[in-house]
């Protein structure tokens, strides 16, 4: 580099001041950050990234402990084999496997060679199988997400076919289906069996989504002239066509196949924001064939909508949200659902409390999973919860805080959740049963996926970071078998004075009340005043009390455990529920806390997604960027210079303090980061006036 700045005409001690200013600013990326601690019977698979975090220089990797970490997402299961994205350090996010062996955990393919990530923001979610082959959307370097096809070896993963960029993938009947911008495309994996079905534009239909299988054929949603449609394909373009179309007042609509029946629950508007009501279909082979099953009106003038849907043998569960304010930030009424097709047999499950939700409804529990004929979800404090055996109500598990939805093994539940207190995180299990559900292993992550004798998830370690983890599904279900397993405290199959019935060591403030050690109650703390002891006593009734509500009055104690409301404030009194997000709290005169208006959360930038958080509030999102540069370093979109102003603002993305959507023509891999490589051919372009620029103003 240096030889060819010689060549060029410009004052050298310029140009070493920039270098010198960004050579000082790289040796400040580098941080460190704690992490968790492990316990069998989960184990390390492997340390796929052992690199130093100080030697990396990379604030990507710099998330826990001493080494880097590779990160482990997107963990799909292809005939018992997991195959993963990672990053080990060196050849970027590349497509992983593992058997649940050490030596059985390596890089597939490096799809765009060299440190260069061929999983970008968008395309970590494509991994998709059909049959024994796994189809994923990668991008060996030309800038977009093209489709592949992997069978696990280097030299069976290749490019299905070029400069196709593929979204939805879905697999049905042995095929695989996808988009590619508005046309409908199947594969079965062999560029000459990669083919265009229709094109949706020219049919009418605008923005396709939602593939869904059903009956053995394909639907999926579009854009009408009309409003929203849903239409079918046979996988030929003469089978391909619109079968129902919703007016334009319908703002919210989604698709779900329920055993060969397809199912359209569309939210009609209002308002201009939520419809009054949910009308949920049923779906023929023909328009004449599609038949409104029933209305579910909503409880206010701001409406309703549906979503989290789960298909259970012939019955459709879902969640509706009935609006008490202002979408697309607001408290809503949730309500569990259930249908068998018929207006008789669509009926409310149970009532799920208020919760603050989000129009998308991304963010908001609870996700709906088959289990045992029913459904068990997580609320929105993260509790477990299941539906009774018949499915017309619900009961708790355990009062959790969870932190990934629950995954049924065998029909034994595992997800990642800690104790209301904030304590005993980890990896749980359950039967079905408030007994039956306990910590496993105290290891921190995501989300569990089973791929042959393992459930393997990326777990948190301060030795290693980020990396994949597994718990042998062997060890599931040992609580009760009277033997101390691993991750047991001890076992006496069933509650004892010396063990809890969930093999965890008696103790008050555990939120497990065990009569035989001498509890009368347990809620969790080790704290008087709130009708529970510090010893796990009932307190007397009449004992005050605070149910943390400014308008009940003075509460006091039942003797019972429970803390009884005294007299309401009256109406008007000022209060604070508790929420952020809300302004102007005074009592109803009926001993509630309700608001006057919403908090309004709008920072101006067009760059973050803004929404408000009930525990924070306002909350500032960066959205990622997504157009490749033209020249990486212009931040300010002139692609002809490349400044000093620019080079130091894309140090302190680096750094962390300046968000990376103020400079995407920094972010050549579309990762969301600066690393010390895009720094590096900023520099690079600046130097060698690639983008026409710099030595100019020199």
């Not at 009309?226 to 007016?247: H, R």
């Not at 497990?512 to 006593?537: K, L």
């Not at 408000?612 to 033209?630: E, F, K, L, R």
């Amino acid at each position: 580099m240096a030889q060819e700045a010689s060549d060029r005409s410009y004052e050298g001690s310029a140009s070493s001041r920039m270098i010198a200013q960004v050579s000082l600013c790289l040796m400040l990326v580098c941080g460190l950050l704690p992490a968790a601690h492990a316990q069998a019977p989960a184990f390390l698979v492997k340390d796929i990234n052992s690199q130093p975090v100080t030697g990396s220089c990379n604030p990507r990797f710099a998330t826990l402990g001493t080494t880097s970490g590779s990160n482990p997402s997107a963990l799909t299961d292809v005939n018992g084999t997991l195959f993963f994205l990672a990053d080990d350090g060196t050849h970027g996010v590349e497509l992983w496997r593992s058997d649940g062996t050490r030596d059985g955990t390596h890089l597939v393919k490096d799809i765009d060679p060299g440190n260069a990530s061929a999983f970008g923001y968008w395309y970590t979610g494509s991994l998709t199988v059909v049959n024994d082959a796994l189809f994923l959307v990668a991008d060996n370097g030309t800038g977009s997400g093209e489709l592949w096809k992997s069978d696990g070896t280097e030299g069976g993963t290749m490019r299905v076919s070029p400069a196709l960029v593929a979204s939805g993938l879905r697999a049905v009947n042995g095929m695989l289906f996808f988009f590619a911008g508005t046309e409908l495309w199947k594969s079965d994996g062999a560029e000459g069996g990669t083919v265009r079905i229709a094109d949706v534009s020219i049919m009418g239909g605008a923005s396709p989504s939602a593939l869904t299988a059903a009956n053995g054929m394909l639907f999926f949603l579009a854009n009408g002239p009309s409003g929203a449609q849903v239409w079918k394909s046979d996988g030929s373009t003469a089978g391909t066509m619109p079968m129902a179309e919703f007016s334009l007042s319908v703002l919210d609509v989604g698709l779900a196949a329920v055993n060969g029946t397809l199912f359209v629950y569309a939210s009609t508007s209002q308002n201009g924001f939520y419809g009054r009501n949910v009308d949920l279909w049923k779906v023929g082979g023909s328009p004449a064939g599609t038949v409104l099953v029933k209305t579910i009106e909503g409880v206010s003038e701001w409406g309703v909508t549906a979503g989290h849907v789960a298909a259970v043998d012939e019955r459709l569960f879902f969640v509706t949200y009935a609006y008490e304010g202002y979408p697309p930030e607001s408290w809503a009424s949730r309500t569990l659902w259930r249908s068998d097709g018929t207006a008789a047999g669509t009926a409310p499950v149970a009532s799920l409390g208020r919760a603050f939700v989000y129009a998308t409804m991304t963010a908001d529990r609870p996700h709906l999973i088959p289990f045992d004929g029913g459904v068990v979800f997580t609320d929105h404090e993260g509790a477990l919860l299941r539906t009774n055996p018949d499915a017309t109500g619900t009961m708790v598990l355990k009062d959790l805080r969870s932190q990934s939805a629950p995954v049924d093994v065998g029909g034994r539940l595992l997800l990642q959740a800690c104790a209301p207190t904030g304590g005993d995180c980890g990896l749980w299990e359950s039967d079905g049963t408030p007994v039956g559900t306990r910590r496993l292993a105290d290891v921190r992550g995501g989300a569990p996926t089973v791929a042959g004798s393992f459930a393997f998830f990326a777990g948190e370690s301060s030795a290693t970071g980020v990396e994949l983890w597994a718990v042998p599904l062997a060890s599931l279900g040992r609580c009760g078998n009277h033997n101390t397993d691993a991750g047991e405290d001890c076992d006496t199959a069933g509650e004892s004075a010396s063990c809890d019935a969930d093999c965890t060591a008696p103790a008050c403030g555990d939120a497990s009340v065990n009569a035989s050690a001498g509890e009368e109650c347990d809620d969790g703390n080790t704290q008087d005043g709130d009708c529970c002891t510090a010893i796990c006593r009932f307190e007397p009734g009449g004992s005050p009390c605070d149910d943390s509500s400014a308008c009940n009055g003075q509460e006091t104690c039942d003797g019972a455990g429970q803390c009884q409301t005294g007299t309401p404030q009256p109406a008007g009194t000022p209060c604070e529920d508790g929420n952020a997000c809300t302004e102007q709290d005074t009592c109803d005169g009926a001993g509630v806390c309700a608001f006057e208006t919403l908090l309004h959360c709008d920072d101006g930038n067009v760059h973050t997604a803004d929404w408000c958080d009930p525990s924070s509030g306002c909350t500032y999102t960066v959205i990622p960027c997504t157009i490749a540069p033209s020249c990486i370093g212009a931040c300010d979109g002139n692609d002809e210079v490349v400044t000093i102003d620019e080079l130091m603002m894309m140090v302190n993305i680096a750094l962390g303090t300046d968000d990376v959507t103020n400079c995407c023509e920094g972010d050549a891999s579309r990762d969301g980061q600066i690393t010390v490589d895009e720094l590096l051919m900023a520099v690079q372009n600046a130097l060698t006036d690639a983008c026409n620029g710099l030595w100019d103003q020199l």
